[in-house]
């Protein structure tokens, strides 16, 4: 196994929200979304940053796998958000890759063709989860899908490394 890729946090940008997941040594560990109240604003990035921040120094992260929005749903402050993200992980060394919806899709497989599937496959990996998947099946709106996105990001990222390293 490459030494370089074990502990892996997974994150899916909002502006809103984001969803966090800690894989260590391809386990999930930790898992949460992290709500931002408000217009968004610098002190609503740096939250964010910050947020990112103590996850990163709490589990010793060497990677960050970075659910992004699509291309033509990308805002400004997102694209922002992103740029400091992979600034900080360039700092401290620690490897980066972004992932999109349709990526990650793709990666489950052909089953895979919207986010209720996508966080079923996700269940199936981590049971982990279960609570949340139950939370998030009786919601109106969205709020734990950010979860399953961090989630299969970093499990992805984890994966890949794992079938270079063989």
Known sequence: MNQGIKNVLGISLGT???G??????GELI??????FRGAWSEQKK????????????RYS???FAIKVPDKMHHFPVLESLLAEI??????KAITTAT???QSLKAICGKDVTNKGTLRTTVLNSFSELKA??????????AYYTKLFEATLAAATLFQQNEEKCR
């Open 46 to 57: 740096l939250q964010i940053l910050d947020t990112v921040e103590q996850m990163m120094e």
């Open 86 to 91: 992979i600034q900080l992980a360039k700092d």
């Open 99 to 101: 992932f999109t919806i």
């Open 20 to 25: 966090m997941a800690m894989l260590a040594e």
């Open 61 to 63: 992260v060497t990677a």
């Open 132 to 141: 949340e998947y139950q939370k998030e099946s009786r919601n109106r709106n």
């Open 30 to 35: 930790d898992w949460s979304i992290k709500s």
């Open 16 to 18: 809103r929200s984001i």
